[in-house]
Each structure stands twice: as structure tokens, then as C-alpha cells.
């Protein structure tokens, strides 16, 4: 019983990384691009990235061929993802009752 929750704990975590190295990725990418570094933001896009990554992992069949590659890339969408609820007011949001700029 122990095995098999470490096994799945392994196996979250594994996906979890992939998916949150690739949001890393992206978002220094923006900022080496000019977008200001905001850790805040950072952070949030690293949990979101390796959240979709552990959606992948979970969604994919396991027989597919590239399917850790696509579980990897899968953290790319994160950004646009928080992007797009910065852009809609998401930001307003947090800035209101999580935290101040």
C-alpha cells in the first residue's frame, strides 16, 4: 500500500515539474521580452502550470507515444491562461483582497 502511494506521488510530482518547468520557461521568456517580473504573478503561473501539467498527465491515454513530451509542453498554456484572466480582471482581483502593487 505505502508503494503504490509513492509511486502516485512520484508520478504527480514528475508531472507536476514538467508542466511547471515549461510555465517558467514562458514566463522568464516574457520577461526577458520587457514584461515587468512580478514574484506574485510568478508563483501563481508556476502552481497553474504544474497544476495543468498533473491535468494532462491524468487526461492523456498512457499507451500515447509523445505523451510526456505533450504532458511537458502542456505548461506553455499556463501563461496565456493568466494572461487572459490578468487582461479580464483577475488582476483587479488579487491586487483588491490578495495582495497590493
Known amino acids: 500500500m505505502e508503494d503504490k502511494i509513492g509511486e502516485e ?3 504527480i510530482l514528475t508531472f507536476w515539474g514538467y508542466g511547471a518547468f ?3 520557461a514562458l514566463y522568464l521568456n516574457q520577461v526577458r521580452k ?3 517580473f512580478n514574484l506574485t ?4 503561473n508556476m502552481i497553474l502550470a504544474g497544476f495543468i501539467g498533473w491535468l ?3 487526461w492523456l491515454p498512457e499507451d500515447l507515444n509523445a505523451r510526456t513530451q505533450l504532458i511537458a509542453i502542456s505548461g506553455f498554456l ?3 491562461i493568466l494572461d487572459l484572466l490578468e487582461d479580464k480582471g483577475f488582476d483587479y482581483f ?3 483582497f490578495l495582495w497590493k502593487n
Do not use: C, E, Q
Open 78 to 80: 499556463s501563461y496565456p
Open 34 to 36: 520587457g514584461k515587468r
Open 22 to 24: 515549461w510555465g517558467l
Open 94 to 96: 488579487l491586487n483588491k
Open 41 to 44: 504573478m510568478f508563483v501563481i
Open 56 to 58: 494532462a498527465d491524468g
Open 9 to 11: 506521488l512520484t508520478r
